[in-house]
């Protein structure tokens, strides 16, 4: 499988949802080789008072599942995301019964890829998820080190994520 093709359809998700002003997290799932849904961040715009937390990409891309006609079969779906799934989105991820996610850029501040299953309960331990990280990374990177460097965008703003990015932005240039 191609995962730098599908991240880099993830990729577009992510920017358009960074042309938008949102977060710039992008989310594509696969099966067969085709992309059978999509989604992109939405409800971080800096026009709002209140920023949703449940309108992530992979959720997105999960609700978009169901409006689908195509057959799937859950453990045989590939997520791409542009940035590692929260802790919420992996366990929606987990429930969906999907087996494989690839993502591009680490979320040191709340991914939830590195949770140690083995102390969850029962129907988290057995989901015998895979775990692809760093596809893209770079490409992702870039997208977000965009986004904290408009002024315009609050969401994020001055927290370890954004100082994170930043730095390995900063690293990146130095080599």
């Known amino acids: 499988m191609e995962y730098e093709y599908y991240m880099g359809l993830a990729l577009e998700q992510a920017q358009k ?11 594509v799932i696969v099966q067969a080789g085709k992309v059978i849904a999509s989604g992109a961040r939405t409800g971080t715009t800096s026009d709002k008072l209140f920023f949703s937390e449940i309108d992530h990409a992979e959720i997105r891309a999960l609700k978009h ?6 057959q799937f079969e859950p453990d045989k779906l590939i997520l ?18 999907i087996k494989k996610i690839v993502y591009a850029y680490e979320d040191p501040m709340g991914g939830g890829t590195t949770c140690d299953l083995k102390k969850l309960p029962l129907l988290y331990q057995n ?11 770079q ?9 904290f460097n408009k002024e315009a965008n609050l969401y994020w703003k001055n927290s370890y994520l954004e100082a994170y990015t930043l730095d390995q932005k900063i690293k990146k240039i130095l080599k």
């Open 65 to 70: 599942l169901e409006t689908i006609d195509t």
């Open 17 to 27: 949802a960074f042309d938008k002003g949102e977060f710039p997290v992008g989310c």
């Open 80 to 97: 791409f995301s542009t940035m590692e799934p929260c802790l919420m989105c992996f366990g929606a991820i987990i429930l969906s019964g």
């Open 139 to 147: 490409k992702s990177l870039d997208l977000f080190y965009h986004f």
């Open 127 to 137: 989901c015998g998820i895979d775990i692809v990280p760093g596809v893209l990374r």
